[in-house]
């Protein structure tokens, strides 16, 4: 075999193994971008301020998204203690063996003004508690006419805990009968708490408490779900 022959042939398997490596590496992107889209959380911090996106994807019908959304603005403005029995279930906010405790106190809320007036101790084990930290919070819900469901918490004012922030819950019906669902928190803590949260304290103490709560939510929607499918 001449050279001139033998490189043509080494020249060919080399372009179709490059071929194949890279259609292998677009496969695994592919892999990792859909689970990325499915289950996936992200956090960033820039000039004081910590956003975090949480997202999962379950089945569910617009009723049932419609009802669990309603349930979650109705139990913060009427009944807020009870958000700790689903939606707030497993926090570890009231639980003194974790390193940042918020113990809920009292809430009322301004039908007027849609505002809801909370009061609530902090407790940073082992350094201090504040006591009696006042948060004003407006929670709403929109529905789009694409379906897609959006309930909104807006901390208008809070004497310590943080400057501002803002939690967004959406769900988002695919056409397949599954539903997207996605928190988004922006915070932007108070002089004491920017100090005390580190971005490594920061997940220790918050990020896991989002990725929880959406958990709770999806539990939420599958509960009422697997109701239905019962009682049909």
């Given at each position: ?10 020249e060919?398997?080399?372009g179709k193994?490059c ?8 496969l ?6 859909h ?6 959380i992200?956090?960033?911090y820039?000039?004081?301020?910590f956003?975090?996106r949480y997202q999962l994807k ?5 009723m049932?998204?419609?009802?669990v959304a309603?349930?979650?603005?109705n139990d913060?403005?009427t009944a807020?203690?009870h ?8 926090l570890g906010?009231q639980?003194?063996s974790?390193?940042?405790?918020i ?11 849609n505002?809801t007036?909370?009061?609530f101790?902090?407790v ?7 006591s009696n ?9 929109t529905?789009?006419?694409s ?5 909104n918490a807006n ?22 009968g599954?539903?997207y ?10 002089w ?12 220790s103490?918050?990020?896991?408490r989002?990725?929880k ?11 009422r ?8």
């Amino acid at each position: 075999m001449s050279d001139s022959k033998a490189f043509n042939q080494f020249e060919n398997m080399y372009g179709k193994l490059c071929k194949l490596s890279l259609l292998v590496l677009l496969l695994i992107m592919a892999q990792l971008s859909h689970a990325a889209t499915a289950d996936s959380i992200v956090s960033t911090y820039k000039d004081g301020r910590f956003s975090t996106r949480y997202q999962l994807k379950t089945k569910a019908s617009a009723m049932i998204i419609n009802d669990v959304a309603d349930y979650l603005v109705n139990d913060f403005h009427t009944a807020p203690g009870h958000l700790f029995t689903w939606a707030l279930k497993g926090l570890g906010l009231q639980d003194k063996s974790n390193e940042l405790v918020i113990v809920f106190k009292s809430s009322d809320n301004d039908p007027k003004t849609n505002v809801t007036h909370g009061v609530f101790d902090i407790v940073v084990p082992g350094v201090t508690t504040f006591s009696n930290i006042k948060v004003d919070a407006i929670v709403s819900k929109t529905k789009y006419t694409s379906g897609v469901i959006k309930v909104n918490a807006n901390i208008i004012y809070s004497s310590l805990l943080m400057k501002n922030a803002v939690g967004t819950v959406l769900f988002v019906p695919q056409k397949n009968g599954e539903v997207y669902l996605i928190t988004d928190v922006d915070i932007n803590f108070g002089w004491f708490f920017n100090l005390f949260i580190t971005q490594k304290r920061y997940k220790s103490i918050v990020e896991w408490r989002i990725k929880k709560f959406t958990e709770n939510m999806i539990d939420e929607c599958e509960r009422r779900r697997n109701l239905q499918s019962r009682l049909k």
